[in-house]
């Protein structure tokens, strides 16, 4: 009997496989600080796509501008070396003059903003046989007072049409990424927490099917405080009067996830933090 092959593997083994779909790699890159983290994401992105094979790279890049912010500039920086989506989070409007750039579809700010705003706060790519949708959300515990998160998701979820779902949830408190985690395991991909600027040390998949970690950390200068130069911070809390903060100019680092995925239920098989100096 003639067994069937294709590029050298039994042909039913081929099948099976593109019913099961394949495994689908997502990089997320955390909060980018500055033109320094600009800079070293440029420097390191390309290599770190090529070694782990990734087929889409969203990035938080809210605070990518001078100071804080986002502005055109930064924006195009990291789109020009390699992002697909870039994700916002509480100072998406800090800088005025760069409300236009959300008209662009693969720059987001989150979807519970007040209706009115400009932007919105989820875009689907196209990746050929398969979409994968892309969310982005505010926490409001110790942030400002937006619509309700848990309300708004849920609603987003019912105008999906992908099994293959994203959420940047980019929030101040541990408790309210993890009620988020758990109130949406086994229904997304994933749940990235941004906002905080540390890794944390929790990256794990809830429920077999949903990846998550509180906090992917930042992309900035590394010996600083959140990002920002150590002395004025430091001023800040010891004699309590206002400090301007800026940028520290000391070596960068980047910090993200991998998180691999089937492409065909959005089931993500692993979760993998990255510190890349």
């Keep these: 009997m003639t067994e069937w092959k294709i590029n050298g593997n039994p042909a039913c083994l ?13 990089l997320m890159v955390g909060d980018v600080v500055g033109p320094g983290g600009c800079q070293f994401l440029k420097e390191r ?3 770190l796509k090529k070694e782990y094979a990734i087929d889409v790279t969203i ?19 990291l789109l020009s070396c390699g992002a697909d989506v870039l994700t916002t989070g509480n100072h998406c409007f800090q800088r ?5 750039i959300y008209e662009q579809d693969t720059i987001l ?6 209706e009115g705003c ?12 398969v979409q994968l949708a892309v969310l982005n959300l505010s926490g409001t515990a110790y942030l400002d007072p937006l619509d309700n998160p848990f309300t ?10 992908t099994p293959n779902i994203f959420v940047d949830f980019h929030a101040e408190a541990t408790a309210e990424k993890k009620a988020m985690g758990y109130f949406l395991a086994g229904r997304v991909t994933a749940v990235v927490g941004t906002h905080t600027h540390v890794q944390t040390a929790d990256a794990c998949i809830l429920s077999e099917h949903t990846g998550y970690i509180t906090d992917v950390g930042m992309t900035g200068p590394e010996e600083s405080i959140l990002g920002v130069a150590v002395q004025p911070a430091l001023d800040r809390f010891r004699f309590r009067y206002a400090a301007r903060f800026q940028e520290a100019e000391t070596v960068c680092f980047l910090n ?6 089937n492409e065909k239920c959005g089931k993500c098989t692993k979760i993998e933090p990255l510190i890349i100096r």
Excluded: H
């Design 118 to 129: 400009p932007g919105k706060g989820v875009c689907v790519l196209d990746l050929g046989a």
């Design 152 to 161: 708004k998701v849920e609603q987003m979820l019912q105008e999906l049409d």
């Design 14 to 26: 081929q099948v099976l496989a593109w019913r099961m779909g394949k495994t689908m790699n997502v």
């Design 256 to 261: 993200a996830v991998v998180l691999s995925f």
């Design 59 to 77: 990035v938080n890049g809210e605070n990518s501008a001078k100071g804080n912010g986002i502005t055109e500039r930064s924006a195009r920086d």
């Design 109 to 114: 700010r989150p979807a519970n903003y007040p």
């Design 96 to 100: 005025r003059e760069a409300l236009g």
């Design 45 to 47: 992105l390309y290599r």
